[in-house]
């Protein structure tokens, strides 16, 4: 029996008498800093910024609008990207997804493993995969769905280590949507938008102040979109998200948001990667050579389905005692549901003994027409998420002599749970394989059932921070931040015996479903971070960061094991990330453009090597080193640009190599990657625009899968804009994507089987409009 070596101990860093030490620094804090809601302000007290940021205009955002972040992002000594509602929806952007095609090697590369599609935001940064790591308004968004951005004010995409700011988080970094709220100023806008692809989609705008200090928002939305490139995929939703805001402009404020979307999409899954770049015919297949399949070829069936229902209520309160100390809490309970089936594939070939023992088969070797793909892999979800949360903060700005402090501390509480159910099908004989060149999705015969087959597992989170940034004089700042969690992770699950991998039958009989014991995991985490700035004149920050987060078993899917090979054993410690980052800002044009220049290196130890026969560690590493270099603002009134490169050299350290081509790198991230988008507008009333992105290649994960293409090639992809204002109400829009018509892989499974094809050349016309 194999075992870890390495067992579970209590490190100091994370023991419950550093979270007590934590607990009085922050507890002597929240006791002395009331006296300051009446004591004079220092004379060089700074003045509390609102978090609201719907004034942003434009595509430079000078702030984030989490409380936690207490200066600009000039003087932040980390990458923290803000995408703003007026760069994307200026884009046509209209999910998660397609915002942060304006961060550069941010993207969803991954198409999923083996036989399983990934779904919804399967977010890559800096080497890891961030999908778990999404928030909104800094309370963290459950579920494998695809998130639409029209109830979003902008998105913020902070790189590096978030663990500090958010708790468990991915490796490198966090995405966090801001949703937009009622404020004190009455506007109707929205635009309604149709795509020669057969794009239809309308979203409204509507704010009421309802007397001097109240206003109500109503954000809405209706969607039936084919996809661009592709047969039959389909994104259908509706939406609606009110706002009520109660003492706006007081001291005291309320704000109660709602929101739900219902989306009704047909899902994707994708292509065969055959004839493609690195595509070698396996034994039986090597007529397929140079033959690759149409990339608009849907291999699904009607039943596939992606059904989600999201629903939040959130509630804010924010009181200001003086200029000096503001209180706010955020409360909120959310629930996704999904209801998923997609009709898979894996395109496997025969072997030499017998040709036509793999997925495809043919009637007539030489006549591509007759050759068939078996629809052998359906593929369930059927998953409920849950949250409930409440996060207390206390902002204060003072003084200790001449040292100038602006110090956020609180206290989170956060329960959250993921429950899925096991779904199988069972088919009849009019159950027909699909064309592989002419596929049809009119194949019949399926039933679906429950198996009795569960998972249930749930988080719940105790945290307590504190951030200060200590300003010496008017050239240094030091910014420093802790963090303890004390989690605790339950998980329960229930499966069929007899199956791949289900428990064994013993004396039950086959299709038994047999519960497994309930497991738990607990532990009192410490995350820190320490960052310092130097302005060395008005316009250039130079800075410097070191930061350390934690990702505990299971904190990324809710799910806990005993297996040795897993980093959701509960006999492993937390995977650790240590980040060091250095890098200069520079302000240009009046402050109206951003530069930044930033060199990182993250380390991620702890990680799982070994094998059954010699037995598993805890001692993997993996490091991502790189450069990355931004720009977003106006280089005149009427010329606007944001841009964006990184380089980035990724390695296993220590471990096995994960790549199906032998290199030493992390799968699913591009060595190099360029984005851009820019637009200038002439006083007639036409504004024009466009951008490129450039992804270089990638390597894929390896599981032994013969023959396909071991990586990605690179690309680059043109798209254009030009708009015109009829009026002081309406402006009439052209978006142009993909211009000279590129053929690229956006995106590629596991085990190369499929890929995800990009986005064809497609025209969208939008009519803005706003009163």
């Known amino acids: 029996m194999s075992h870890i070596k390495s067992r579970k101990h209590a490190s100091p860093a994370r023991t419950v008498g550093h979270l007590a030490t934590a607990g009085l620094v922050t507890g002597l804090s929240l006791a002395a800093l009331p006296g300051l809601a009446h004591a004079e302000a220092p004379p060089d007290a700074r003045t509390l910024d609102q978090v609201e940021v719907h004034a942003t205009r434009g595509y430079k955002s000078e702030k984030s609008a989490s409380p936690k972040f207490t200066q600009t992002l000039q003087n932040t000594p980390q990458t923290v990207q803000v995408i703003t509602g007026d760069l994307f929806n200026q884009q046509g952007a209209t999910t998660l ?61 902070v790189k590096g280590p978030a663990g500090t700011d958010n708790g468990r988080s991915a490796p490198t970094g966090a995405i966090n949507m801001v949703s937009k709220q009622a404020h004190l100023h009455d506007a109707v806008s929205g635009t ?59 001291d005291t404020r309320y704000h109660l948001n709602l929101l739900y979307l219902k989306q009704d999409n047909i899902p994707d899954g994708f292509v065969p990667t055959i004839g493609l770049p690195g595509w ?40 200001d005692f003086s200029d000096t100390l503001k209180l706010s809490n955020i409360a909120r309970w959310g629930k996704t549901e999904q209801d998923y089936l997609l009709t898979a594939f894996m395109s496997t070939g025969g072997n030499v003994d017998n040709p036509l023992a793999g997925n495809i088969k043919w009637t007539d070797i030489d006549d591509l027409s007759s050759y068939t793909l078996k629809r052998s892999n359906l593929t369930y979800k059927n998953q409920e998420n849950t949250i409930l949360t409440d996060q207390l903060n206390l902002r204060a700005d003072f003084a200790t002599g001449s040292v100038q402090h602006n110090l956020s501390t609180g206290l989170e509480f956060t329960r959250e749970q993921q429950k899925s159910w096991g779904l199988a099908g069972t088919v009849d004989g009019n159950w027909t394989p699909a064309n592989l060149y002419h596929p049809d999705w009119n194949a019949s015969g399926l039933s679906t059932h429950r198996t009795g087959a569960h998972n249930d597992g749930k988080t719940t989170t105790s945290s307590l921070y504190l951030f200060d940034t200590l300003k010496f004089g008017e050239s240094f700042m030091l910014t420093a931040g802790v963090r303890a969690d004390h989690y605790k992770t339950e998980y ?15 004396s039950n009989p086959a299709g038994t479903v047999i519960a497994s014991p309930t497991l738990e995991d607990s532990d009192t985490l410490v995350n820190w971070k320490l960052g310092a700035v130097y302005k060395p004149v008005e316009a250039i920050r130079l800075y410097a960061n070191y930061a350390l987060s934690q990702q505990p078993p299971g904190g990324s899917n809710f799910q806990l094991n005993e297996s040795p090979n897993s980093a959701n054993s509960i006999n492993m410690d937390p995977q650790e990330t240590r980040t060091a980052e250095v890098g200069s800002k520079w302000s240009f044009l009046d402050d109206a453009l951003a530069l930044n220049l930033a060199l990182f290196r993250t380390e991620v130890t702890n990680e799982i090597t070994g094998n059954n026969d010699d037995g598993y560690y805890q001692n993997g590493q993996k490091t991502v080193e790189g450069v990355e270099i931004s720009t977003v603002g106006r280089i005149t009134d009427n010329w606007s640009v944001s841009a964006g490169y990184t380089h980035q050299k990724t390695q296993v350290d220590k471990g096995g190599l994960l790549t199906a081509d032998g290199s030493n790198n992390l799968t699913y991230t591009p060595e190099d990657a360029f984005t851009s988008w820019t637009t200038y507008s002439f006083p007639f009333g036409l504004t024009i625009g466009g951008g490129v992105r450039y992804s270089g290649e990638m390597h894929r994960g390896t599981d032994g899968a013969k023959g396909t293409p071991a990586f990605t090639k690179s690309y680059s992809v043109y798209d254009a804009m030009a708009s015109y204002t009829v009026n002081d109400h309406l402006v009439l829009r052209l978006n142009a994507y993909n211009l000279f018509d590129k053929q690229y892989v956006a995106a590629i499974n596991k085990s190369g089987y499929r890929y995800t094809p990009g986005t064809p050349r497609t025209f969208l016309f939008s009519a803005d409009f706003h009163f």
């Not at 036989?115 to 459950?142: A, E, K």
């Not at 329960?492 to 013993?506: D, I, K, M, S």
């Open 192 to 250: 309604v938008s149709a795509g020669v692809d057969g794009q239809q989609r309308a979203t409204a705008d509507w704010n009421q102040t309802l007397g001097e200090t109240s206003a109500l928002r109503l954000n809405g939305l209706w969607q039936d979109s084919d996809v661009a490139g592709r047969d039959h995929v389909n994104n259908s939703r509706w939406g609606i998200a009110p706002s009520l805001g109660f003492g706006l402009g007081t």
């Open 280 to 319: 070698e015919p396996q034994p039986g297949l090597e007529q397929l050579a140079g033959h690759p399949v149409d990339p608009e070829n849907f291999y699904g069936t009607r039943y596939d389905h992606d059904d989600v229902t999201a629903q939040q209520a959130t509630f804010r309160f924010e009181h």
């Open 97 to 157: 997804t397609e915002a942060l095609r304006n961060s550069a090697g941010v993207g969803t590369f991954y198409a999923g493993e083996n036989g399983n599609t990934s779904t919804g935001d399967t977010v890559y940064m800096r080497g890891f995969d961030t999908s778990s790591s999404i928030f909104v308004d800094g309370v963290r968004d459950l579920g494998s769905i695809s998130r639409d951005v029209f109830n979003t004010e902008q998105v913020e995409v």
């Open 492 to 506: 329960a699950n229930a499966a069929v015996c007899g199956g791949r991998g289900g428990p064994a039958c013993g």
